[in-house]
């Protein structure tokens, strides 16, 4: 890890740095449908491509770094966030939910490809992301004990009791239900999860006792 503390820190080309690290490799991991003419693989990548700012992905390898992780160990990791994040999107603009046709000023995925196949895309990229981190080839040398408690984590982030959940918010409520809708994670979840999630992704034991 290359400390940050030394030096002035450049927030935006660390965003941008990042950003591209992870551009790249959802690409890669995706290069697998680029021949495919099936709709489906077109809308999964229409909702990955152009992305956002890549927050949460760069959230994940920044973690790594606090924890002197290999950054080619938690890349998949990171890319899984990020489509995970992709589906939700897609999913909250169909108008059984959100019902919006924009989505950063480009037409939503339902109004380009379908409520149906839209509806699908989002089911794609969320079992791609655990598909990806079970992948041996892409995880390396990361040890199953590691690779476990990442995917309990996160699931349950994003279940019911988290992500899914987060849709049953009504308009109106207290800023920290907001919050627990945006995040995945909810008011009464232990309060160190998300560094037990960033924790587990970068290999550390539960205790340093």
């Known amino acids: 890890m290359t400390s940050i503390s030394k030096r002035k820190f450049d927030l935006d080309k660390y965003l941008k740095r990042q950003s591209a690290i992870v551009d790249r490799a959802l690409e890669h991991y995706l290069g697998k449908y680029s021949g ?20 949460r992905p760069i959230l994940t390898l920044a973690a790594g770094e606090l924890f002197d992780a290999k950054q080619d160990f938690i890349l998949p990791f990171a890319c899984a966030v990020e489509m995970i994040h992709a589906y939700s999107l897609i999913h909250d603009d169909l108008p059984a939910l959100d019902d919006d046709d924009l989505r950063r000023g480009a037409p939503a995925a339902h109004k380009v490809f379908g409520e149906g196949m839209a509806l699908l895309a989002g089911d794609g990229l969320l079992t791609e992301a655990f598909h990806l981190m079970t992948d041996a080839d892409a995880l390396g040398d990361v040890a199953p004990e590691i690779v476990v408690p990442v995917i309990h984590e996160l699931s349950h982030a994003v279940g019911a009791m988290g992500l899914v959940g987060g849709h049953l918010v009504p308009d109106g409520d207290r800023v920290a239900d907001v919050a627990c809708h945006y995040t995945g994670f909810q008011e009464n979840a232990r309060p160190n999860r998300v560094g037990e999630v960033n924790r587990d992704c970068c290999g550390q034991p539960k205790s340093r006792e």
């Open 36 to 55: 495919a003419s099936q709709t489906i693989f077109r809308a999964m990548r229409y909702g990955i491509f152009p992305g956002g700012k890549r927050i």
